[in-house]
Structure formats: structure tokens, C-alpha cells
């Protein structure tokens, strides 16, 4: 059901935890499902130098998280902020429609933190 890149990443999950001190810090959650994500990073010199995440949810909603965090770790803040969701989800290997919710969290998230800088 789940393609092997959401199973890897929900299994050994990238950049796990919080930044301490971050520049950004939010946590969102999918009142539908109850899936909550938190994203705190560092930025420097206009740069995402670390990225960390916090889930709690579904198995898809963990592996974006993780992923999500590996597309955008030392990207600038501009090119942070043009990362669609159309490429988190081929970089997951797609999503069964009714997963699609993670995506949408993971990049409300990123979205956040970045209003933030």
C-alpha cells in the first residue's frame, strides 16, 4: 500500500526532534485526523542549516515529515519556499489518495515556519 520510501522514512525518520534555539518554530495539526506536525530550524546566512520535526499521526504523516526535512535542509529560504508539494510526494514515491492529508500537513507546516523568517 505504501511505497518503500514512505515505509523507510516512517521506519528510520531523518532529522527527528527540535532544533534548539530555532529561527522557526510551528506545530500544525489536521483537525480531520488528528495528525500534528512540528517544524523548528536554523537559519543562516539565508540558508536552512537544520531542520528538525515532530509527528504524531499516521505512518505517511511521519515519513513527510522526515522527508520534508531532507528537501529542505540547506536550501535558501527562497528556494525553501518554492518547494511544492507535487515534489515531496513523487520524493515519497506518491501517496494512496486517502494519505494525501500528509502532504498537505507537512508543507502547511513548512509554510509556517518560513512566514516566520
Given at each position: 500500500m505504501y511505497s518503500p520510501q514512505v515505509?523507510?522514512?516512517f521506519e528510520h525518520p531523518r532529522n527527528?526532534?527540535?532544533?534548539?534555539?530555532?529561527?522557526?518554530?510551528?506545530?500544525i495539526e489536521n483537525p480531520a485526523c488528528g495528525?500534528?506536525?512540528?517544524?523548528?530550524?536554523?537559519?543562516?546566512g539565508g540558508r536552512v542549516t537544520e531542520?528538525?520535526?515532530?509527528?504524531?499521526?499516521?505512518?505517511?504523516?511521519?515519513?513527510?515529515?522526515?522527508?520534508?526535512?531532507e528537501l529542505v535542509r540547506g536550501r535558501t529560504v527562497d528556494e525553501a519556499r518554492r518547494l511544492r508539494r507535487d515534489e515531496l510526494v513523487q520524493a515519497i514515491g506518491g501517496l494512496p489518495e486517502a494519505s494525501t492529508h500528509a502532504s498537505?500537513?507537512?508543507?502547511d507546516?513548512?509554510?509556517a515556519a518560513l512566514k516566520q523568517l
Open positions: 515505509l523507510d522514512h527527528a526532534g527540535a532544533v534548539a534555539k530555532p529561527d522557526a518554530s510551528v506545530q495528525d500534528i506536525l512540528e517544524l523548528t530550524m536554523k537559519v543562516t531542520i528538525r520535526f515532530r509527528a504524531k499521526g499516521c505512518v505517511p504523516a511521519m515519513a513527510c515529515g522526515s522527508l520534508l526535512t498537505h500537513l507537512a508543507m507546516a513548512l509554510a
